[in-house]
């Protein structure tokens, strides 16, 4: 961890929490929403895995009615 960052962890614990509510929105204008999470890229891995191994199903063997 970077030493800003870790001052930056260090410094939450002394935010009161309706303090910490503004700062997180603050922050997350600064996150493009474009970027995967490390969910998301997990997510992507299994599927992919699922994909590759045929447990898929493809979208002509679904009946939508």
Do not use: C
Not at 7 to 35: A, C, G, N, T, W
Not at 39 to 60: F, M, P, S, V
């Amino acid at each position: 961890m970077s030493p800003i960052r870790k001052q930056l962890d260090e410094m939450l614990d002394y935010l009161p929490e309706s303090e910490q509510v503004l700062l997180f929105e603050i922050v997350k204008r600064f996150i493009p929403d474009d970027v995967a999470t490390s969910d998301d890229l997990k997510a992507i891995q299994a599927a992919q895995r699922e994909y590759d191994q045929g447990e898929t199903t493809g979208h002509n063997e679904i009946n939508w009615n």
